[in-house]
T-cell receptor, first 112, second 114 residues
């Protein structure tokens, strides 16, 4: 059974710091992996989608990497800003399944 | 484009009542799905649809019904509400029928069952 784990559960950093959020999964037979952002009381916004054949994707200050063999993905946020404060979720899609399997998220606070 | 819209934003029900959560998308997406989000449980798939007229069960389908008569709409019906259905419900869509590309989520419906 695929399990997705995100560590740490919460993270507090000063503004301007570069940071890494971690996501690990137990079954390497994934189709793709997505990183989402969720603001309090809001829906999920897709940040980056990495296909299983890709190693990384970049969007602005965000860079996501994928290592299928080790069952890990990281989300790198450069020069963090208070507006980056949110919960970040990763989700994997197995090739044989229609569903996304979500991690429990990392709650990020960027202090001014 | 409005993207994925959900109504209502908030709802309080009494045990045994029924209701329908509405979801609509204007992106002509084939794949639509319903998730519930609970503290400590994460997001779990309730039902999904790969196109108009086609629906299937997800991980936690009991107590819920869905239908997909049009590409745009995917309502979720609670047949007889129970306190265990207190949750935040999200509708999502993606372009391909297998849901293999970017998933777009609605703003959610916060449901409380007393």
């Amino acid at each position: 059974k695929q399990e997705v784990t995100q560590i740490p559960a919460a993270l507090s950093v000063p503004e301007g710091e570069n940071l890494v959020l971690n996501c690990s999964f137990t079954d390497s037979a994934i189709y793709n992996l997505q990183w989402f952002r969720q603001d309090p009381g809001k829906g999920l916004t897709s940040l980056l989608l990495i296909q299983s054949s890709q190693r990384e994707q970049t969007s602005g200050r965000l860079n996501a990497s994928l290592d299928k063999s080790s069952g890990r993905s990281t989300l790198y946020i450069a020069a963090s800003q208070p507006g980056d404060s949110a919960t970040y979720l990763c989700a994997v899609k197995l090739g044989s399944s229609y569903k996304l399997i979500f991690g429990s998220g990392t709650r990020l606070l960027v202090r001014p | 484009n409005a993207g994925v819209t959900q109504t209502p934003k908030f709802q309080v029900l009494k045990t045994g009542q029924s209701m329908t959560l509405q979801c609509a998308q204007d992106m002509n997406h084939e794949y639509m799905s319903w998730y519930r989000q609970d503290p400590g449980m994460g997001l779990r798939l309730i039902h999904y649809s790969v196109g108009a007229g086609i629906t299937d069960q997800g991980e936690v389908p009991n107590g819920y019904n869905v239908s997909r008569s049009t590409t745009e709409d995917f309502p979720l019906r609670l047949l007889s509400a129970a306190p265990s259905q207190t949750s935040v419900y999200f509708c999502a869509s993606s372009q391909t029928s297998r849901g293999t590309d970017t998933q777009y989520f609605g703003p959610g419906t916060r449901l409380t069952v007393l």
